[in-house]
């Protein structure tokens, strides 16, 4: 059974620094493309960020781009999102998930929230 | 960027009612679009994958159609279980989410 584990999130400041974790079971990690997508609180999915099998392909929303790293260690299982200079517009459930082929997303975790406030 | 509309944004019903959403592209995806559910609390759940195809688990009662630019979602028979949000999702270039579609009971 496929099992997904978020972790890591949060409060924090404004302008901080947080790092999730998603730490991944039931499946062969390494051959399978990843993927963080949020919800904000009343608003709806967004996707945010993938990263393929390898670790050779990376994309980001244009929301991220050059605030947000999306990393994987295959030798653990376990996917990464560092996220820079936060702001109250990334406060969200962060969730994993599984992508068929970087194409849509299969298997998902439950989630971990991020809030950004002073 | 390919933007992804949903309507209605929210709708009511009862159980046994034959319900649709409709997804319309800003471009052409030609099928590369998939369904999902979620409820409060709870994360997405997958439910259609290349406009048509149902996902593994997921009752029949689902089912999907479309290419290009307009597709729809229908459930044949609204069960208690279904009142949930739904979200359609396009995959052609990059990944971008509808806004969803809320199914409230009437």
């Known amino acids: 059974e496929v099992q997904l584990v978020e972790s890591g999130g949060g409060l924090v400041q404004p302008g901080g620094s947080l790092r999730l974790s998603c730490a991944a079971s039931?499946?062969?990690?390494?051959?399978?493309?990843m993927t963080w997508v949020r919800r904000a609180p009343g608003k709806g999915l967004e996707w945010v960020s993938i990263?393929?099998?390898?670790?050779?392909?990376?994309y980001y929303a244009d929301s991220v781009k050059g605030r947000f790293t999306i990393s994987r260690d295959n030798s653990k299982n376990t996917l990464y999102l560092q996220m820079n200079s936060l702001s109250a517009e990334d406060t969200a459930v962060y969730y994993c998930?599984?992508?068929?082929?970087?194409?849509?997303?299969?298997?998902w975790g439950q989630g971990t929230l991020v809030t950004a406030s002073s | 960027d390919i933007q992804m509309t949903q309507s209605p944004s929210t709708l009511s019903a009862s159980v046994g009612d034959r319900v649709t959403i409709t997804c319309r592209a800003s471009?052409?995806?030609?099928?590369?679009l998939a369904w999902y559910q979620q409820k409060p609390g709870k994360a997405p759940n997958l439910l259609i994958y290349?406009?048509?195809s149902l996902e593994s688990g997921v009752p029949s009662r689902f089912s999907g159609s479309g290419s290009g630019t307009e597709f729809t979602l229908t459930i044949s028979s609204l069960q208690p279980d279904d009142f949930a949000t739904y979200y359609c999702?396009?995959?052609?270039?990059?990944?971008?989410f509808g806004q969803g579609t809320k199914v409230e009971i009437k």
């Open positions: 998930a599984v992508s068929l082929g970087m194409q849509y997303f299969q298997h």
């Open positions: 039931g499946f062969t990690f390494s051959s399978y493309a």
């Open positions: 990263i393929s099998g390898g670790a050779d392909g990376t």
């Open positions: 471009q052409s995806i030609s099928n590369w």
């Open positions: 290349k406009a048509s």
């Open positions: 999702q396009q995959y052609n270039t990059y990944w971008t």
